[in-house]
């Protein structure tokens, strides 16, 4: 997808029809996951077979020698990213969420996740300042919103 389509959606994530918004959302999560190709989905879904399966090891094996192959492949380092967190190491998928943003400074997932791992961690000011830069993306992202009042009734 060239990035005048990219733009578009973009756009579209700011308007008030939630049918477009979800079309763009869609869009731009399929583009993110197509960027290399079927070799680079096959193994996103490997890795995601295997952390369904248990076998978080493995997982996290795929997902880092894929980066290794493709270190500009930021839906690699965003799926890792996931992995890091849902096991708790918060400080690993920070990282991996700040290169995703390196590499693709409109991810609204990586954002989401930056926010996430700041909140695990007690840095609310943080996870606020990473929500608000995903509501700049997605500004009807309800989830985001909650998430800041949760933050900030978390620093009162």
Known sequence: MDEL?????????KK???????????????TWFNQ????GI????RSQVSLDSGDVRHAL??????????????????RRA??????????????????VLKLNPVHFGALHGL???YAALGDYTSAIRAFRRALEIQPFALVNQKLILECTARLS
């Open 5 to 13: 389509s990219v733009k578009a959606l973009l756009e579209d994530l």
């Open 16 to 30: 008030s029809d939630e049918s477009v918004r979800d079309r763009a959302t869609t869009e731009l999560w399929r």
């Open 36 to 39: 290399k190709g079927e070799y």
């Open 42 to 45: 096959q193994i996103l879904r």
């Open 61 to 78: 094996d795929l997902l880092t020698k894929l980066i290794g192959e493709a270190p500009d492949f930021a839906e690699a380092w965003n």
């Open 82 to 99: 996931v992995l890091h967190y849902t096991q708790g190491n918060y400080k690993k998928s920070i990282q991996d969420c700040e290169t």
């Open 115 to 117: 926010g996430l791992c």
